[in-house]
């Protein structure tokens, strides 16, 4: 019986004794040391295989998912995400890889390297330039201010070909292009807009698709539906835009544009 017990106590002992070393399968050492203490108790020998196979699944799953990119935490952090986990991965199902929120939530947590980016580029939703917007100058009614846009943190400068803030810049021009060819020139239908801008978002982050497409639905519920008009000059408002923009016009079904904000008659 003493020399069962040693052994059973050795066992269990080991087996926390990897634990330990590799940080993985605490359960599984629990379950040796619960039957090393039944062969104490009752005199009946422990199943140690059990337990040990456990412990042995559990080691190299957490080695297969420290390979896959934001699974595994990584001692310095993930360098595109910067997420919820304490390592700079993150917890499948809760946040996600990416740093998303309004603009004024995010601009301070971006890593290094990394600019906040309004996913839905703000000069949609304003008819003056930047300094007024911030200000609340020129915002189109509706829209949300500068500060409460959804954003996104993002790797490099827009201006700087190939990293992920150029590539969410990619729209653009495509959106400016767009609103050239409407009824009133330089305007553009949220329903139109906001799509073209979330797409080059997540072009530049696939992997926060999920993170992306939610943030924006906060700032712009039924943005698939929304006939309201955007700026899409790509630069402040000017004449029969800059007036139907801030009178808070809308699009009909054709994409048609009402200066007085209604819809027109048939």
Request: with cysteine; glycine share 18%.
């Amino acid at each position: 019986m003493g020399a069962g017990m040693a052994t059973a106590g050795g066992a269990a002992a080991a087996a926390g004794g990897v634990v330990a070393g590799v940080g993985a399968g605490t359960d599984s050492a629990a379950t040796a040391l619960d039957t090393a203490a039944d062969w104490i108790i009752n005199g009946q020998a422990p199943d140690l295989v059990g337990p040990a196979l456990a412990l042995g699944e559990r080691l190299l799953t957490n080695m297969v998912l420290k390979k896959v990119p934001g699974l595994g935490g990584r001692g310095k952090g993930d360098q595109k995400g910067g997420g919820s986990g304490p390592s700079g991965g993150f917890i499948p199902g809760v946040g996600g890889p990416c740093i998303v929120g309004t603009y004024d939530a995010i601009r301070k947590k971006c890593g290094p390297g990394q600019q906040a980016h309004h996913i839905i580029p703000d000069t949609l939703a304003r008819t003056g330039n930047r300094r007024q917007g911030s200000k609340g100058i020129g915002r189109i009614p509706g829209m949300p201010s500068l500060g409460g846009e959804p954003s996104i943190c993002l790797q490099g400068h827009a201006g700087t070909q190939g990293s992920e803030h150029n590539t969410a810049h990619q729209c653009d021009d495509e959106i400016c292009e767009a609103a050239k060819h409407s009824e009133i020139p330089g305007t553009i239908a949220v329903k139109d807009a906001v799509p073209k801008a979330m797409s080059a978002a997540i072009a530049a982050r696939p992997d926060c698709k999920a993170q992306i497409e939610a943030e924006v639905r906060k700032a712009y519920p039924k943005y698939d539906e929304d006939n309201r008009s955007m700026n899409g000059a790509g630069k402040p408002a000017s004449g029969d835009a800059k007036a139907h923009l801030e009178s808070g016009g809308t699009a009909d079904g054709n994409g048609r544009r009402n200066p007085t904000g209604g819809r027109k008659s048939r």
